[in-house]
């Protein structure tokens, strides 16, 4: 089992900036890789960035240059800098884990947090 929960989300206005965390706890056996997902009311949940053991990261295109995906070498702390931040990035967002290498689509996450939500007004 793995516990997950995130932190950090809030309300900012268009071009600033917020920090999420997520502390990782129980078997590190499912943590090969560490994401941040995100969703919207009436939409699928969406990933965002995936950082693996190896400090592999993966981004969505539409976060490349602006949001930068971060862990320590235990896997236990997963950070998500959001930068020009935009009304477009407004959502919940989830941290989550898998044990398989490569993970990127929310499918291939077994372990999520409860989300913790951002608010980007104009």
């Known amino acids: 089992q793995v516990q997950l929960q995130e932190s950090g989300g809030g309300s900012v206005q268009a071009g600033g900036s917020l920090r999420l965390s997520c502390t990782v706890s129980g078997s590190t056996y499912y943590s090969r890789v560490l994401g941040w997902f995100r969703q919207v009311p009436g939409k699928e949940r969406e990933q965002v960035a995936t950082?693996?053991?190896?400090?592999?990261?993966r981004y969505a295109e539409f976060v490349k240059g602006r949001f930068i995906i971060s862990s320590d070498n235990a896997m236990t702390t997963l950070s998500l800098q959001m930068n020009s931040l935009s009304v477009e990035d407004t959502g919940m967002y989830f941290c989550?884990?898998?044990?398989?290498?490569?993970?990127?689509?929310?499918?291939?996450?077994?372990?999520w947090g409860q989300g913790t939500q951002v608010t980007v007004s104009s």
């Open positions: 989550a884990t898998s044990a398989y290498g490569g993970s990127w689509t929310p499918a291939s996450f077994v372990y």
């Open positions: 950082i693996d053991r190896n400090s592999r990261t």
